[in-house]
Nanobody, 115 residues
Framework: QVQLVESGGGLVQPGGSLRLSCAAS????????GAWYRQAPGKQREFVAI???????NYADSVKGRFTISRDNAKNTVYLQMSSLKPEDSAIYYC?????????WGQGTQVTVSS
């Protein structure tokens, strides 16, 4: 089974930046999409961004213009560059992909935006 491992979370002040990484144990992002979701305490998991194998990109309205998703196929890694962070961006961020018919999720990485 393909493993997804997120990293890069942490504590940052409002207006700051973080870059999250999602490394897959083998090449899947070049043949299928990679996506980021997030879940804040007491809320449902929500979509953040997606990049398809063809390079098409889409963002949630709440992060457009502030977040950038990208992919490095050689490293089997998807990134989420987050800028102009707000307290409401605080959440556990999860990487998501599919491998055939199997839904894959990482363990999550905590992002806290606070002064």
């Amino acid at each position: 089974q393909v493993q997804l491992v997120e990293s890069g979370g942490g504590l940052v002040q409002p207006g700051g930046s973080l870059r999250l990484s999602c490394a897959a144990s083998r090449s899947i992002f070049s043949i299928n999409y990679g996506a980021w979701y997030r879940q804040a305490p007491g809320k449902q998991r929500e979509f953040v961004a997606i990049i398809t194998s063809g390079g098409s990109i889409n963002y949630a309205d709440s992060v457009k213009g502030r977040f950038t998703i990208s992919r490095d196929n050689a490293k089997n890694t998807v990134y989420l560059q987050m800028s102009s962070l707000k307290p409401e961006d605080s959440a556990i961020y999860y990487c998501h992909a599919v491998d055939g018919t199997e839904n894959l999720w990482g363990q999550g990485t905590q992002v806290t935006v606070s002064s």
